[in-house]
């Protein structure tokens, strides 16, 4: 039997919306070839000492909705996710019972909106910690946090250098931490 869906609003602590992206100019191949390479690659573009994937539910070639993976997480908390939205140019995951978060998050890749021959890959999620002990190492201590953050940052260079297209800087990471003390937006490159 499927797990059930964890979504943030059963969460603890902080609502954190996050960015990471990378523009490239002149990729080899075009967009929706790339994100079909993507989609029937997933685990090869995350680093496996981080967040290694394995699919566990659907077959085995590429992405289908409700497909289920496993992730073994660097640190004591490993997580599955499912397929639950899939188009042209993006695919979401959601977080299932027992992930270290709660929430969801969307891989996409499209046409840059002003610059010619560009693409943008774009990982976006909207989560909170799964229970108070997550959201104490998480936030509080930051270890989740920079364990994110790399695995992320090192997927989309990882598109990135299979583009084989020039990239106009380095990934780009937007954070917004909504609480009850407030809304904070961070930037990081």
Not at 69 to 90: A, C, H, M, Q, Y
């Amino acid at each position: 039997m499927p797990k059930p869906e964890q979504p943030a609003d059963t969460g603890s602590g902080p609502f954190f919306e996050r960015r990471y992206w990378l523009d490239v100019q002149h990729p080899r191949q075009s967009a929706p070839a790339l994100f079909e390479h993507i989609k029937c690659h997933l685990p090869d573009f995350s680093p496996d000492l981080l967040a290694d994937f394995e699919k566990s539910r659907g077959a085995a070639d590429c992405l289908e909705t409700d497909d289920e993976f496993r992730i073994k997480i660097l640190g004591p908390w490993n997580g599955d996710v499912r397929v639950t939205e899939l188009g042209p140019d993006f695919f979401e995951l959601a977080t299932l019972q027992n992930h270290p978060e709660a929430g969801r998050i969307r891989f996409s890749l499209r046409p840059h909106a002003t610059l010619p021959a560009t693409i943008r890959f774009e990982i976006h999620s909207w989560a909170r910690s799964r229970d108070g002990l997550v959201a104490f190492t998480y936030d509080t201590l930051g270890l989740g946090r920079l364990v994110q953050q790399q695995t992320w940052q090192t997927f989309c260079e990882r598109v990135g250098e299979f583009s084989g297209g020039l990239w106009l800087g380095p990934v780009q990471v937007e954070t917004i931490k909504q609480s009850q003390s407030g809304t904070q937006i961070t930037h990081d490159a």
